[in-house]
């Protein structure tokens, strides 16, 4: 492949941003203003457009299975990708045969509030462990990188004894409070606060601004990109999530969207169709919300790389 | 510093002592009580006979001698290996190449980006169910490949075909992932290392082993890092394609869903899923050191 020949150099703040528009030439150049070769650029869309159907085909075809209705056929050979007279039957189907919307409900409870105490418990946390000074400000920080190593997988047992020692199994408080405020989180804060120049808040301080002031009015303003990447993976996160929730939920009638599925797909597996509504339900807000704010979501990564 | 001088106490008024560890004791609070403290009751209960309803005792090194006669507990750990060895390599390869796909900007590309980024926003339970239709013995896959003149493949019945079908998934999955990883690393390549070695004659497999690759190699290592404690840690992928059991005979349990099976509910055997967690622990520290030496190893 001759991919590698051109390397722009154009991308550092992310690749959610769009690149100049291309010259609007007779022949098609690169960013640098050289051709591009026509049959390199056919090779590339075609290659572009192979790894789209793997990568989006699975739910198109996971849509088109849930609005095919109960007397076509899903298993037909050759597989016909569009439904022939497309309906909202299995959906209310759905709604019938388990509560999707209290899950949906349930979901986004956890979710919202997971955003809420992440961005504020970690814009605090990360405040003082970046701005203020203190006696054991170290060892704060150190408690934050050890818990942050900490592979979750090896601990949900006995976070679930704790959670039955507060009484706290089987609800959705229970299921919010481990990752309310991630050590992952609160570094990422830290960071954003380190990075800001220090001559911000001594005007303030020299003002007679307090440490709060300082931190409401001037600090917590210019790191407001990082809470929305906190913001958003707290979203994701809490929405997505399915081990610890499984451990936790015992009562189906508190079930969470995600693992209300993994029952309904233990109970009708033979019904495809039926799976395949409650899956797009689970689905369908979170692929709104990359769409409107893709840009958080890929800076994320790069954030979370570098310290995860 | 030494001594309390007047503007020493005024700062002190003005800042009161108190106000850092109140900005961070939620987080502090958190952290302790539902991360560090289950931590260290995990490392202790390893070594009692504790059950999710009876207190439990020290039993020294029962768990862990138990471990070594268990049929099930190798079978996990052998999955659970299996998995890194079949998902690591191709996570550090596919997105990058990947990656180099969606560098240019060609018109349309960040439509390309996104959508590549799709699964990865997806939450596992879904993705998993829709492969489980996908592979299902009747399913779209088998389907083509019966369009095609094949005969379909029972790749959710058999113990191996499931855990390979498994590894897929994870991989499907993380590929959007590792790519932005990969675009970032890729942006600060300098282009003229790319203009030098096409003058000198090299081709496009020459200039991708000699240029690219050794100037994103700690991004490779930090992927092949993430991606291999994320990968012998594995739960949800297997979960949901095997079933809660397992698979056939159980033979496709991993470690993580033998903790799961072992330590809830209100007969779970806490110590002993303790011990199973040690385990995981050890290793998952194990892998990243493995990593990071052999990073070191081949710079100098």
């Known amino acids: ?308 | 510093m030494a001594s309390p001088t007047a503007s020493g106490t005024r700062r002190v008024r003005r800042q009161l002592p108190t106000s850092p560890w109140l900005f961070a004791a939620p987080g502090l609070l958190i952290t302790g009580a539902f991360i560090l403290y289950p931590f260290v009751s995990t490392l202790v209960n390893a070594f009692t006979d504790r059950r999710t309803l009876v207190p439990g005792e020290f039993v020294g090194l029962a768990n862990f001698r138990e471990l070594l006669h268990d049929d099930m507990f190798w079978t996990g750990l052998r999955n659970s290996t299996l998995y890194v060895l079949g998902v690591v390599p191709a996570l550090v390869l596919l997105p990058l190449l990947l990656a180099l796909l969606v560098q240019k900007n060609i018109p349309g590309i960040t439509f390309f980006r996104s959508a590549f980024y799709t699964p990865v926003v997806a939450s596992i339970v879904v993705v998993g169910l829709i492969w489980v239709w996908l592979l299902d013995e009747r399913g779209l896959v088998n389907s083509l490949l019966e369009t095609v003149g094949a005969s379909p493949v029972g790749f959710l019945s058999d113990q191996w075909l499931i855990l390979l079908s498994a590894m897929a998934v994870t991989v499907w999955k993380g590929l959007g992932y590792y790519m932005i990883i990969y675009l970032a690393a890729l942006a600060n390549v300098p282009r003229e290392l790319h203009e030098a070695a096409a003058v000198d004659g090299a081709g496009a497999l020459r200039r991708f082993l000699t240029v690219t690759v050794p100037a994103v190699r700690s991004t490779m290592v930090l992927v092949a890092a993430l991606s291999s404690v994320a990968a012998f840690k594995v739960f949800s992928e297997v979960y949901l394609m095997a079933g809660p059991s397992g698979g056939p005979a159980g033979e496709d349990t991993t470690l993580v869903m033998l903790v799961q099976r072992t330590g809830t509910g209100l007969t779970g055997r806490v110590g002993y899923a303790s011990a199973i967690s040690v385990v995981v622990f050890v290793v998952t520290v194990a892998l990243m050191l493995l990593v990071l030496r052999a990073d070191r190893k081949e710079e100098s």
């Open chain 1, 1 to 308: 492949m001759s991919v590698a020949e051109k390397t722009g150099t154009a991308e550092k703040t992310g690749p959610a941003e769009k690149a100049p528009a291309p010259a609007r030439e007779p022949r098609i150049t690169d960013e640098h203003g050289r051709r591009v070769r026509v049959w390199e650029l056919a090779l590339r869309y075609l290659l572009l457009l192979a790894v789209l159907v793997l990568t989006v085909g699975p739910f198109l075809w996971q849509l088109s299975t849930s609005l095919k209705g109960p007397t076509e056929d899903i298993f037909s050979s050759p597989p016909k990708f569009l439904p022939a007279d497309p309906t909202l039957h299995n959906y209310e189907r759905v709604s019938e045969t388990i509560p999707v919307w209290d899950y949906a409900l349930n979901s986004l409870k956890v979710a919202t509030a997971n955003v809420v105490t992440n961005c504020v418990g970690s814009a605090l946390a990360g405040y003082a462990l970046a701005r203020l000074r203190y006696r054991g400000r170290r060892a704060a920080t150190l408690v934050f990188i050890l818990a942050m190593l900490v592979p979750v997988e090896g601990i949900i047992i006995a976070q679930f004894t704790t959670m039955r020692e507060l009484g706290l199994n089987n609800t959705l408080v229970g299921v919010l409070l481990p990752g309310c405020v991630s050590a992952l989180n609160v570094l990422l804060m830290r960071n954003a606060f380190l990075n800001l120049p220090h001559e911000i808040e001594e005007a303030a301080y020299v003002d007679g601004a307090n440490v709060w002031q300082r931190f409401w009015r001037i600090a917590l303003p210019s790191v407001k990109g990082t809470l929305a990447v906190v913001a958003i993976f707290a979203f994701m996160g809490a929405w997505d999530d399915f081990l610890w929730p499984l451990i936790v939920l015992s009562d189906p009638s508190r079930f969470t969207l995600t693992i209300g599925l993994n029952y309904l797909h233990g109970t009708f597996a033979n019904d495809e169709r039926l799976v395949a509504a409650g899956t797009i339900i689970a689905v369908a807000p979170l692929i709104v919300l990359f769409a409107c704010l893709q840009r958080y979501f890929f800076r994320g990564v790069g954030e979370g790389a570098v310290k995860g």
